[in-house]
């Protein structure tokens, strides 16, 4: 008899689907019901792009850009993004040190196909961005997991980083701010890890800095390259515009990094999607260059959401949760509610999982599972959403979570 062979690869059978992007689809059908639903699930800001982006694509479009760009982008919007991690920074970048792409994901997929052979290993600190392990696997690559705790305000030690590392370890992942935890790495933690690369020469950064202008409380931005001239020529950084700008469907992002990693990055592009969309890149150079006041404009109102936030999520018994000190979400560790009863259901709440679908149902709110992203004893929720629908959502979220005995 003959053997049955899958159509589908076992690396792609092997591939989890975005656990956030699957909660969009999900509360996307519940409204086309028209269930109500309060999303604070999504990791995309609620703000429209600002107007001024929108004309400048129109006018690169009555320009005539409309055809293939170049594969690693346009030069001025790659002098624009080098500019931009130059002044921000500090960061000696040159446009030949950054390749454009079709979002930050895919900076991140690029940086990691060319860095990574079957078998080597990736450090992730966790709790971490839901499509590090996954990229990273599918490349055949090895996650090992440097495991940070609320109670310690998520901080790693160089004897963690130590213990994960061996001769098959490739590659750090950065990400700071952080999403899941809103977490950013002062200098002392960034002197942490600059220490321990120092004594493994071939290891390398992917330093995902994509939430860098969205910074809290007066904080400076610090980044790994500014430590130390050695460690910068072994750093990728990873920026785009979704987050800062409101754009995330324009689908720009960027790496800077050395110039044949960033050539091989290049390369696999060229093999794949080719050069990113030419408007979008029109618009984002616009945006690169005219946009501080609007990313100012929104960073404020991030911050008082997030502090009008804040304050309702302490009243919540049961719930903590670190004031996070950039991005846009809030983490809280809920497994006090672990093993109590969805009455409705009787059901008991067993996982985080468990507790976002009685959210979901029980008080309409969307919110994700921790579990993807190496925290499973938390959910997270977004504050990219206006004040009244937080205020709505997280009144909701306590009563239904006083309900569960
Ligand atoms: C940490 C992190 N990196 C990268 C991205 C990808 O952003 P983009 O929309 O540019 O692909 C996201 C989006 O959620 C993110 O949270």
Redesign the pocket.
Known sequence: MEEEVSLISSRVQRLQPSA?LEVADQVMALKAKGVEVIDLGV?EPDFITPRSICQAAEEAMEKGFTKYSPVAGFMPLREAAAEFLRSYFGLPYEPSHVMISS????A?FNALTVCLNPGDEVILISPY?V?YPQQVEFLGGIVRVVRTREEEEYRFTAEQLEEKINSRTKVIIL?SP??PTGVVYDRTALEVLASVMMDHPRLLVIS?D??CQLLYDNRKPVHMGEISPEIFSRIIT?G????SYAM?GW???YAAGPREIISAMISVQSQVTSGANSIAQMASLFALKNGEKEVRRMKEEFEVRRNFGYALLKEIPGIRCIKPGGAFYFFPKCSEFFGMEWRRSRKKILSSLDLCEYLLHEAGVAVISGDPFGGPDHIRISYAADRKVLKEGLGRIKEALAQLK
Do not use: L, P
């Open positions: 956030t990791g979002g930050a994901k895919q991140v961005w499509t990400n952080s999403n995902d994509i939430y990873i785009g515009m979704s987050k995330t689908r720009i992002g």
